[in-house]
């Protein structure tokens, strides 16, 4: 299924106590705020809901996981609130994935970017293909990847995330994010993705699940800062999205 929503599309399916939450937009999943949004709060609630024992975050399409944030709403951000407020919402949701209850498997099927490299650090477990490049492009466009930054270096630690923020127009290939603990599994294809993404979720779905969500809070342990760090690196971001050179990278993005 591929959306023609302009604001995005969220779908959440759940089966055998297994929830795959589905999001799409046509500039390559990439993110308005009103898309974030919605995913968050739809963490925060299969979070509450015990018939849920895993969750699996995926995107519409065989091309782009995700392209990070929305850049017709970046460019029409016009003051530091409005600059805050956008990027809060990645804060959010990264926020709603580190406290959810259940463990979040990323099924990584493209070229991920920016934001979308954030949505897969938060993930506690995340299978990929080939195909699944990376790159953190902020400093391109005026902007610098603070708000993911706590989350990327958490999971590749503070060299690799370095080795991507500073050389912000190169890809790295999904072998180089599994070599630094950002993916877990690489696949060949879609197909084979989806098929261990279902088996690994099915047997994560036949654990405890009292030990499941002990494993989960053991492992993001020393965290609860984030709250309010994230929001503060999103400050940073909504005053540098307002400068004179961001505002002129981001039309030559666009165009």
Not at 40 to 47: M, P
């Amino acid at each position: 299924m591929t959306t023609t929503r302009s604001n995005g599309s969220l779908y959440t399916h759940i089966e055998n106590h297994i929830a795959t939450l589905e999001f799409g937009h046509l500039a390559s999943n990439s993110f308005p705020s009103e898309l974030l949004d919605r995913l968050t709060k739809a963490i925060d609630t299969l979070s509450k809901d015990s018939s849920v024992y895993v969750i699996i975050l995926k995107s519409e399409g065989e091309k782009a996981f995700c392209a990070g944030a929305s850049f017709d709403e970046l460019i029409s951000i016009i003051n530091l609130e409005e600059g805050k407020q956008f990027f809060s919402g990645f804060a959010n949701v990264i926020n709603a994935m580190r406290k959810c209850k259940q463990p979040i498997i990323g099924r990584i099927q493209g070229k991920t970017v920016g934001g979308g490299v954030g949505l897969a650090s938060a993930c506690d477990y995340c299978m990929a293909t080939e195909a699944a490049s990376i790159k953190l492009s902020e400093l391109t466009i005026g902007i610098g990847p603070f708000v993911i930054e706590p989350a990327v270096s958490r999971k590749i630690g503070l060299a690799a995330f370095e080795a991507l923020a500073w050389d912000a127009s190169q890809w790295k290939n999904a072998y180089w994010a599994k070599d630094q603990g950002l993916f877990s599994r690489v696949f060949e294809t879609i197909s084979e993705l989806d098929k261990e993404v279902q088996l690994f979720a099915e047997k994560l779905a036949s654990y405890n699940p009292k030990a499941i969500q002990a494993m989960k809070e053991v492992n993001w342990k020393g965290t609860a800062h984030w709250k309010e760090l994230l929001i503060e690196r999103a400050a940073v971001s909504g005053e540098l999205v307002l400068s004179e050179l961001t505002k002129k990278a981001l039309e030559k993005f666009k165009k």
